[in-house]
């Protein structure tokens, strides 16, 4: 067995990071919709969409 190499999931951080700012995310989206603040809501969806088009932009580029 190698002693020096280490097991380590180096994108965890990033994991959590993405599940915070979702889970940041959802909870503004249904204030928004329980306001019933429609502005609001297209605004948030389009945020989501466009956070989402640029993680597989950068998953793309990294592969």
């Known amino acids: 067995m190698d002693t020096k190499r280490t ?13 915070q700012a ?19 809501v297209r605004r948030l969806l389009r945020q989501a969409s466009e956070l989402e088009l640029a993680r597989t ?3 793309t580029g990294l592969d």
């Open 7 to 19: 097991c380590s999931f180096a994108g965890a951080a990033d994991v959590v990071a993405h599940a």
């Open 22 to 40: 979702a889970a940041q995310h959802i909870k503004e989206l249904k204030i928004a919709c329980t306001n019933g603040d429609k502005s609001a």
């Open 57 to 59: 932009m950068v998953r």
